[in-house]
């Protein structure tokens, strides 16, 4: 497998796993767990993510040219190791049901609200597909394809919102107590533990030198988004009425007018956010089918893609409505991802540690 995915497109690839998701509802979801004080759960949240990217990085330059399964295997034997791989590869699979199953509600409440929501997803499920078929170079290259528009498309968003913040609106900046803080910035910590999904295509990447500055780098862009967003809709509608909206990002969208006579521009934004999601899903898709490639010792990625496309269309549907596929899902997420990501990598990164002080000590024998 030769490695081709350079430093700027794994930044790319990085800033829309963590925007993609939670873009829409990043301020409820703050303003509920910590109020006016979410921008500081913002900060917070980011710096306890470094750890996992530290492990990251740890981890992929152990593994040298080795897939993520099969250092599993080296380090843990045929069983065991296979076991422990699927702490890895599981929750990977079930993001990816959630993230598909999120758009596709927010495309049948918005945009076509007489579409079956199972025809949604068929649909996404078949982009996926298609587009993860091309392999990693093709969802990489997509991704610097649409970059341009999206960077374009959220200055013109964010620019043309501060019209409608009011400064009262966002003030007392601190008004959650320690504990609320942290709660909202597990949240965040959650979101960029998603960067564990590098580990799965990490034999792939060219410069593998540059990978955790270009971690540190993709967290701190996307950190900088998140606080501006945040700000900008807690100062055009308070933290009361921000609480009450499922998509406050979509609400702002809505609010904005270019001179007094274009109005309603969600439908670009939602285009948008759709490009970046699609992204997003067809990367954590193709790590799912090289992982369960990998896990099963096949060769071909390609007939692993539709099996695994039928297993995540049913796991998507579980969540009986919006709120359970949304919400609920954020709120558990937030409040045990980042923490198992923690433990799944670090006995990782320690079981490769005593790998090769075992294999220093025999040298020397």
């Known amino acids: 497998m030769s490695a081709h995915l350079t430093t700027k497109q794994i930044m790319i690839l990085l800033c829309f796993i963590a925007f993609g998701t939670i873009f829409f509802t990043l301020p409820r979801t703050l303003a509920q767990a910590s109020g006016h004080s979410g921008w500081l759960s913002i900060l917070i949240g980011s710096l ?4 996992i990217l530290w492990l990251i990085k740890q981890i992929g330059s152990s ?5 993520l399964i099969g250092y599993c295997l080296s380090l843990f034997g045929p ?3 296979r076991l422990y791989a699927l702490l ?3 929750p990977l699979v079930f993001f990816s049901a959630v993230i598909i199953r999120i758009i596709a509600e927010i495309i049948v409440s918005l945009v076509l609200p007489e579409t079956p929501l199972e025809l949604v997803i068929f649909m996404l499920l078949v982009l996926r597909y298609y587009l993860a078929l091309g392999g990693m170079l093709s969802i990489a290259r997509w991704g610097e394809i ?3 528009g999206v960077v374009v498309l959220l200055v013109i968003m964010l620019t043309l919102s501060l019209e409608n913040v009011d400064m009262e609106r966002i003030e007392p900046l601190f008004n959650a107590s320690m504990m609320d803080v942290f709660k909202g910035s597990l949240g965040i910590c959650s979101v960029f533990s998603e960067f564990t999904v590098l580990l799965l295509i990490y034999p792939q990447v060219k410069n593998k030198g540059q990978v955790f500055p270009a971690l540190l780098w993709s967290m701190f862009i996307v950190v900088c988004l998140f606080e501006v967003i945040f700000l900008i809709t807690m100062g055009t509608y308070g933290n009361a009425f921000t609480q009450r909206l499922i998509f406050p990002v979509i609400e702002l969208v809505k609010d904005i007018a270019i001179f007094e006579f274009i109005e309603h521009l969600e439908s670009p934004f939602l285009a948008l956010w759709l490009f970046i999601n699609v ?8 790590a799912c089918c090289v992982g369960s490639r ?6 071909d990625v390609g007939k692993l893609m539709i099996p695994i496309s039928v297993i995540i269309f049913y796991l998507s549907l579980i969540p009986d409505n919006i709120y359970a596929s949304i919400v609920s899902f954020e ?11 923690l433990v799944v990598l670090t006995v990782l990164w320690l079981a490769g540690k005593m790998k090769a002080r075992r294999a220093a000590n025999e040298h020397t024998v």
């Open 88 to 90: 890895l590869l599981l």
């Open 146 to 148: 649409i970059a341009p």
């Open 331 to 341: 709120i558990a997420k937030g409040a045990t991802f980042c923490l198992y990501a």
């Open 79 to 81: 069983i065991f190791g």
């Open 279 to 286: 992204t997003k899903g067809t990367l954590m898709f193709y």
């Open 294 to 299: 990998d896990w099963f010792g096949t060769v």
């Open 48 to 51: 306890m993510t470094i750890p």
């Open 63 to 67: 593994m040298q040219e080795m897939s």
